[in-house]
């Protein structure tokens, strides 16, 4: 059986835009994600994580600034999803937008208080 | 909510085979880290905001139902990402390749990989969970 997608023209918009970037940050998170759950959670373990070790990993400006890239891309990439999810389920175009600002805020609130304390550090 | 519905009854009746089972994981452990990930960034930045409750957050995350929580936590990661290569390397570099008979064998292929990347998690984090909760 032969099926598949014939190739159109894409008009740019939002949507498009955030199609690819869906794809693109998904590759990118493939390994900012995986090293991170693979040190923290299966090689170190939260048994040996507390303040100091977090201290410790965030003396290095390095983690700092990985850390920093794994927000912005793994949180922008959940929330979009997330809104993309309650595409499938809100059928009123008006409701939508108004989640979507709604979604649009959470993202920078959570956003920047992760940034603010991984520019502040342990304190 | 009515749709909520649908999609619960839907997912039982629908038979979609590979394709439905991999759409339904993919959403669910997108969502599932998602949750997670949002309670993540906000326990964590207790270390700049209020250094006293991180100690209160890690208790919590050392806990049997959390531990094992982590576990699927990190099968979930695993999967999302392994189905997202998937799809983005479809989407991005051959759409022509979508056809019926390759989405079915590379769906399949896609939770074999995601299970064999996931079992030395399952070994190791099983075991930190055994001699650290439960003395073994």
Same mark, same amino acid.
């Given at each position: ?25 998904? =590759? @990118?998170?493939?390994?900012? #994600? ?7 959670? *299966? &090689? ?25 890239? =794994? @927000?912005?891309?793994?949180? #922008? ?7 993309? *999810? &309650? ?37 | ?24 994981l993919?959403?669910l452990t997108g969502?599932g ?43 979930s990661?695993?999967y999302h ?56």
């Amino acid at each position: 059986m032969e099926t598949s997608i014939e190739q159109g023209t894409i008009t740019r918009n939002v949507e498009n835009v955030a199609w690819k970037w869906m794809r693109y940050s998904g =590759l @990118l998170l493939i390994p900012l #994600a995986w090293i991170h759950v693979a040190i923290q959670d *299966v &090689l170190v373990g939260v048994h040996r994580i507390d303040l100091n070790y977090v201290a410790l990993r965030w003396a290095n400006t390095g983690w700092r600034v990985y850390d920093f890239f =794994l @927000l912005s891309f793994a949180f #922008a990439h959940g929330v979009n999803g997330l809104r993309q *999810v &309650l595409r499938d389920y809100v059928q009123s175009e008006e409701r939508m937008k108004g989640i979507s600002w709604g979604l649009l805020v959470f993202w920078a609130v959570i956003s920047l208080i992760g940034a603010v304390a991984i520019i502040g550090g342990v304190r | 909510m009515n749709d909520f519905k649908l999609t619960l009854t839907g997912l039982v009746r629908y038979a979609g085979r590979e394709g439905q089972l991999s759409f339904i994981l993919h959403r669910l452990t997108g969502l599932g880290t998602l949750l997670f990930l949002t309670i993540h960034i906000l326990d964590t930045s207790t270390v700049y905001f209020f250094p006293n409750l991180y100690s209160h957050a890690i208790d919590i995350y050392r806990s049997t139902p959390f531990m094992i929580g982590e576990i699927f936590l990190v099968f979930s990661v695993i999967y999302h990402g392994v189905n997202g290569a998937r799809i983005a390397i479809f989407d991005l570099f051959s759409p022509k390749q979508w056809s019926i008979p390759n989405e079915r064998k590379t769906a399949a292929w896609t939770l074999a990989i995601a299970i064999v990347l996931w079992l030395p998690a399952l070994f190791l984090m099983g075991r930190s969970l055994l001699v650290n909760n439960f003395g073994l």
